[in-house]
C-alpha cells in the first residue's frame, strides 16, 4: 500500500525558531509536492520538486527531495505568526498500480507560531 | 487569471439525499480531480476526468460519480447521503492531468444531518 507519512502532525513553534517537517513517502515517484492550507480555506500550492536533490526556497520555507531516501523536508526559518497553518506533502500516485495518476496526501503538519 | 471556482461553497443535506457539486478549472486546464477532506481520513483521491473522460477513480463506493463537461467543467454527485460524507469536497485543475501540480479550488462543505 502507498503511504505518506509526515511528521510531526502537530508542531508549536515560538516566532524566530527553526523547525523542520518531515515527509517520508512509499512510492517510487521521483515528484514530490509541497501544500498550505489555512483554516476552511483551501490548498495553495507551495513547492513543485521535481528530482531527487531538488531543492526550492521562498521565503522562509525551504523543501528538498532526496529520491534514494524517499524523503522530503520542509524546512522553516526563523518563524512568524503568518506561517500558521498545515501543511501537506503530496506524491504522485502514478506509478501506483499502474492507474493514470492522482496525488496521494499526507496527514497534514499543523503548525502553530506563537508570539 | 480566475483560479478554480466551486459551487456551492456550503450545503446541509439529511441522509438520503442527492448532491451535486459543480467546479470550473482555470481557463486552458484540461484535467479535474475531486478530492475529500475529512478530519480522520484526511485527504482521499475521489476521481479525475480529462477531456471528458474519467481516467481514474478512487476507492469509493459506487454513490460517488461524476463527470465532466465539453467546456471542462465538472460535476459530482453522491447520492443516497449518508453521515459520513460530511466533509470538504475539493476540486483541482491541472493542465496535463494526471499526477501532477494541481489548483485547488476553495471547496463545497457538505453537512448530512
Known amino acids: 500500500e502507498l503511504k505518506v507519512e509526515q511528521n510531526p502532525l502537530f508542531l508549536s513553534m515560538q516566532e524566530g525558531k527553526n523547525y523542520t517537517i518531515y515527509c517520508n513517502y512509499s512510492t517510487t515517484s521521483d515528484r514530490l509536492y509541497w501544500y498550505r492550507q489555512d483554516p476552511g480555506k483551501s490548498l495553495e500550492s507551495l513547492f513543485v520538486?521535481?528530482?531527487?536533490?531538488a531543492v526550492k526556497q521562498e521565503g522562509r520555507l525551504m523543501a528538498s527531495l532526496d529520491t534514494k531516501a524517499r524523503l522530503s523536508t520542509l524546512h522553516i526559518t526563523a518563524a512568524v505568526h503568518d506561517l500558521s497553518a498545515t501543511y501537506f506533502c503530496?506524491?504522485?500516485?502514478?506509478?501506483?498500480?499502474?492507474?493514470?495518476?492522482?496525488?496521494?496526501f499526507g496527514k497534514g503538519t499543523k503548525l502553530s507560531v506563537k508570539p | 487569471k480566475a483560479g478554480v471556482t466551486q459551487t456551492p461553497r456550503y450545503l446541509i443535506k439529511t441522509r438520503g439525499q442527492q448532491v451535486t457539486l459543480s467546479c470550473s478549472p482555470i481557463?486552458?486546464?484540461?484535467?479535474v480531480s475531486w478530492y475529500q477532506q475529512t478530519p480522520g481520513q484526511g485527504l482521499q483521491f475521489l476521481f479525475e476526468?480529462?477531456?471528458?473522460?474519467?481516467?481514474n477513480k478512487g476507492n469509493f463506493p459506487g454513490r460517488f460519480s461524476g463527470r465532466q463537461f465539453s467546456n471542462s467543467r465538472s460535476e459530482m454527485n453522491v447520492s443516497t447521503l449518508e453521515l459520513g460524507d460530511s466533509a470538504l469536497y475539493l476540486c483541482?485543475?491541472?493542465?496535463?492531468?494526471?499526477?501532477?501540480?494541481?489548483?485547488f479550488g476553495e471547496g463545497s462543505r457538505l453537512t448530512v444531518l
Open positions: 483541482a485543475s491541472s493542465l496535463l492531468g494526471g499526477a501532477g501540480e494541481l489548483f
Open positions: 520538486l521535481l528530482s531527487n536533490g
Open positions: 481557463s486552458g486546464h484540461r484535467s
Open positions: 476526468y480529462f477531456s471528458e473522460t474519467q481516467r
Open positions: 503530496a506524491v504522485d500516485g502514478f506509478t501506483y498500480g499502474g492507474s493514470q495518476g492522482n496525488l496521494i
